[in-house]
């Protein structure tokens, strides 16, 4: 959990060992097997076969990430949903997308129906709903 309030500044998250660690190694590995696949023209297959290797780890750790994030997303959906339909006795719009869904669910409890309303009428996009919120309810939880 973060020391300070989450706000519209600094609610996204960076995954140090993902976003650096995990893909800097892969870039690095990736850079290594280039270089040796043409500086020594005699093994050139066991350059490509690092390259390879690298590519495979970038794609692991995207799908895996995209994964995460897609569970995630659906949980959320569910969730606000549901937290819509306790403060109004009625599901969100199917206008409504689902970006939009999980950009509202930083609103508080108060805000929440009339910037439903408000997003529906105008198609807000998901930072103008984020931009729009008063009471900013954190989320710390986010993959």
């Known amino acids: 959990m973060s020391k300070n309030p989450q706000n519209f500044s600094n609610h996204r998250r960076v995954n140090v060992l993902h976003h650096f660690i ?52 659906r949980a959320i959906h569910a969730e606000e949903n549901f937290r819509f339909y306790v403060l109004t006795g009625k599901p969100y719009s199917k206008a409504l997308r689902l970006g939009q869904i999980i950009a509202l669910r930083f609103a508080s409890d108060e805000e929440l129906p009339e910037l439903a309303k408000r997003t529906e009428d105008e198609n807000l996009s998901s930072t103008d709903i984020k931009k729009a919120i008063k009471n900013w309810q954190a989320d710390y939880h986010r993959v």
């Open 22 to 73: 995990g893909y800097g190694l892969a870039f690095a590995l990736g850079i290594f097997g280039l270089m040796f696949a043409f500086n020594s023209p005699q093994h050139f297959k066991v350059g490509l076969l690092f390259g390879l290797t690298a590519f495979t780890f970038c794609i692991t750790l995207l799908s895996s990430r995209m994964g995460a994030l897609k569970a995630q997303d």
